[in-house]
């Protein structure tokens, strides 16, 4: 029981680049988040899929696309990377459901943007 | 008014002494209520999950929720330097958790 994984762990793109982040979880959760978490600024919230099928945005969702591949996997794209997004990111993942429980993460991606 | 507020600390407690962090929310809608720790350069990780009004104790740590005045707060008994991290407060609104900026706390040998 891996819980929930991401990958990469680092990156390092330049200015305009894309990339894929991926995000696995293996707990049969219904709920996925990504957050980015810069200095001072807390987590804050991209994207997030509240169950298969669906994806909603976050509160800065800007320069970000999602996939809710099935309900294991859950992916952040960047279509053109900013130095603005030079951040860690995290994935999480809930049961969901009507009492809202406990979030797991994921080890962080932390990626630079040049 | 943001949504989840925390002092960002550094909050400096003498080891063995008790760690009290503070954090409120706006939302009256909100029914779940976390405390996550995080150290420095890993991920969050959920010490404390509270849903209803009073106190809940699990080992050497307290939250308390105070829902007629919006705050939560956790309490660090017997204070060891291993509590020493940023500690996230954390409030869902309705399928979304939104979390506080953290307060750093210190424990001092």
């Known amino acids: 029981n891996a819980g929930v994984t991401q990958t990469p762990k680092f990156q390092v793109l330049k200015t305009g680049q894309s990339m894929t982040l991926q995000c696995a979880q293996d707990?049969?959760?219904?709920?996925m988040y990504w957050y980015r978490q810069d200095p001072g600024m807390g987590l804050r919230l991209i994207y997030y899929?509240?169950?298969?099928?669906?994806?909603d945005k976050g509160e800065v969702p800007n320069g970000y696309n999602v996939s809710r591949l099935n309900k294991r996997e859950f992916s952040l794209r960047l279509e053109s990377a900013a130095p603005s997004q030079t951040s860690v990111y995290f994935c999480?993942?809930?049961?969901?459901?009507?009492?809202?429980?406990?979030?797991?993460f994921g080890p962080g991606t932390r990626l630079t943007v040049l | 008014q943001k949504e989840v507020e925390q002092n960002s600390g550094p909050l400096s407690v003498p080891e063995g002494a008790i760690a009290s962090l503070n954090c409120t929310y706006s939302?009256?809608?909100?029914?779940?209520f976390f405390w996550y720790r995080q150290y420095s350069g890993k991920s969050p990780e959920l010490i404390m999950s509270?849903?209803?009004?009073g106190d809940k104790e699990d080992g050497r740590f307290t939250a308390q929720l105070n829902k007629a005045s919006q705050y939560v707060s956790l309490l660090i008994r017997d204070s060891q330097p291993s509590d020493s991290a940023t500690y996230l407060c954390?409030?869902?609104?309705?399928?979304?958790?939104?979390f506080g900026k953290g307060t750093r706390l210190h424990i001092l040998p």
């Open positions: 999480a993942s809930t049961e969901g459901g009507e009492t809202y429980n406990e979030q797991f």
């Open positions: 707990m049969n959760h219904n709920s």
């Open positions: 899929s509240a169950s298969e099928g669906t994806t």
């Open positions: 939302d009256r809608v909100s029914q779940s």
């Open positions: 509270i849903y209803s009004n």
């Open positions: 954390a409030v869902n609104r309705y399928d979304k958790i939104i």
